[in-house]
């Protein structure tokens, strides 16, 4: 809905870091239809996980717990295969 905010929280004594947005493979001309991905570091038990959210409603839409603690200001890019 254009001009609103819902705010989203991982918790207490979590930290998330920026979002990267995925575009939906079949996205019917939806601008936001995607998902956001975010790793969030578990202060408490120094573990973290990969957040994945619908873009569209902020809706969880799955935990990836690591397999070991991945240090806070990571940055990446979702890049698609090349079609050929």
């Keep these: 809905?254009?001009?609103t905010a819902k705010p989203y929280g991982t918790?207490?004594?979590t930290s998330p870091g920026e979002a990267v947005f995925?575009?939906?493979q079949d996205n019917g001309g939806e601008e936001d239809a995607g998902y956001l991905l975010s790793m969030v570091s578990h202060g408490?038990?120094?573990g973290s996980e990969l957040l994945v959210l619908d873009a569209r409603d902020m809706t969880r839409i799955a935990p990836v717990e690591m397999p070991q603690r991945v240090p806070a200001g990571v940055h990446g890019s979702?890049?698609?295969?090349?079609?050929?």
């Design 1 to 3: 809905m254009a001009g």
């Design 11 to 13: 918790g207490d004594g």
């Design 22 to 24: 995925v575009p939906a």
């Design 44 to 46: 408490a038990t120094q």
């Design 78 to 84: 979702w890049v698609p295969d090349q079609q050929g």
